[in-house]
């Protein structure tokens, strides 16, 4: 029976939009039910917190709606993102097959920090004063390599993540 299920969950096509914020979004086709994606969900979701076989961990509400993060994070602090990075989405059944419409999206602070130094980077480029009190030619060279290694965080925390999720739910990207 397992290996029907898995046989069925087999991806037909997805698709990649990326914004601004760094948020990617995925459509999945698969052959097969609601409920066989949603068990599948459900194993990564109903895993206790000391498996940290997969690092991957979530939610999946009764609409069909799911949120799966890291479970590594960067602490606890109320009101403030904890993960490196999000996924969101819904398990919708459209005709014989089942679609997943996610949305990955690394910490939010982690893209604002990277937005306030590409402002500081323009500021201190264009000849306005900045509270950076350094010589010139250091911080020209310094905001972008540090913004660099903040996109390089998030590239690769949000890539670890959707590949976990792939690689669970056995699914893979037609290029």
Same mark, same amino acid.
Request: hydrophobic share 45%; glycine share 6%.
């Given at each position: 029976?397992?290996?029907?299920?898995?046989?069925?969950?087999?991806?037909?096509?997805?698709?990649?939009?990326?914004?601004?914020?760094?948020?990617?979004?995925?459509?999945?086709?698969?052959?097969?039910?609601?409920?066989?994606?949603?068990?599948?969900?459900?194993?990564?979701?109903?895993?206790?917190?000391?498996?940290?076989?997969?690092?991957?961990?979530?939610?999946?509400?009764?609409?069909?709606?799911?949120?799966?993060?890291?479970?590594?994070?960067?602490?606890?602090?109320?009101?403030?993102?904890?993960?490196?990075?999000?996924?969101?989405?819904?398990?919708?059944?459209?005709?014989?097959?089942?679609?997943?419409?996610?949305?990955?999206?690394?910490?939010?602070?982690?893209?604002? +920090?990277?937005?306030? $130094?590409?402002?500081? =980077?323009?500021?201190? *480029?264009? %000849?306005?004063?900045? /509270?950076?009190?350094?010589?010139?030619? +250091?911080?020209?060279? $310094?905001?972008?390599? =540090?913004?660099?290694? *903040?996109? %390089?965080?998030?590239? /690769?925390?949000?890539?670890?993540?959707?590949?976990?999720?792939?690689?669970?739910?056995?699914?893979?990207?037609?290029?």
């Amino acid at each position: 029976m397992a290996q029907a299920i898995l046989s069925n969950l087999k991806i037909k096509n997805s698709h990649l939009v990326m914004d601004i914020f760094f948020n990617r979004h995925y459509k999945y086709h698969i052959n097969g039910t609601v409920n066989d994606v949603r068990n599948k969900l459900a194993k990564i979701t109903e895993n206790p917190w000391s498996d940290f076989s997969e690092n991957i961990t979530g939610k999946l509400n009764d609409d069909n709606s799911f949120k799966l993060t890291h479970k590594w994070s960067l602490g606890y602090i109320r009101w403030i993102e904890n993960s490196f990075a999000y996924i969101t989405g819904t398990i919708k059944q459209d005709g014989d097959i089942t679609v997943i419409y996610t949305t990955l999206r690394p910490n939010s602070g982690i893209v604002l +920090f990277f937005y306030i $130094f590409v402002v500081l =980077f323009l500021c201190e *480029l264009v %000849g306005i004063h900045t /509270m950076l009190e350094a010589p010139k030619i +250091f911080i020209l060279f $310094f905001i972008p390599f =540090f913004d660099l290694i *903040l996109f %390089g965080l998030m590239f /690769m925390m949000t890539n670890g993540l959707i590949n976990r999720f792939e690689k669970i739910l056995q699914l893979q990207k037609k290029e």
